[in-house]
Nanobody, 118 residues
């Protein structure tokens, strides 16, 4: 059974940093486009960033210049480095694996809470 397990969430002050990790198992990780989504209370889930197998990246406008997505195919792990965090970044962050050819979602993680507050 495929698993995506997120870690690294927590409470951080505005302006601080966090690094999220998503470890995959039982999946041919290298062929998938990997993505991070987030969902704040009362809001729809939104794409934060994604990274193709070619390492081409894509970011939501709201996080450009502050967040960096990366992947380590040997370790089957995708990362999200989040800097200059703002209260509006507070959300549950989800890891997602997408079929590369169709950009449709194949697998989801269980989510990790990120709270930005003083």
């Amino acid at each position: 059974q495929v698993q995506l397990v997120e870690s690294g969430g927590g409470l951080v002050q505005p302006g601080g940093s966090l690094r999220l990790s998503c470890a995959a198992s039982k999946i041919t990780f290298s062929i998938y486009t990997m993505a991070w989504y987030r969902q704040a209370p009362g809001k729809q889930r939104e794409l934060v960033a994604d990274i193709a197998s070619s390492n081409r990246t894509n970011y939501a406008d709201s996080v450009k210049g502050r967040f960096t997505i990366s992947r380590d195919d040997a370790k089957k792990t995708v990362f999200l480095q989040m800097n200059s965090l703002k209260p509006e970044d507070t959300a549950v962050y989800y890891c997602n694996a997408k079929w590369a050819t169709t950009y449709t979602s194949a697998y989801w993680g269980q989510g990790t809470q990120v709270t930005v507050s003083s």
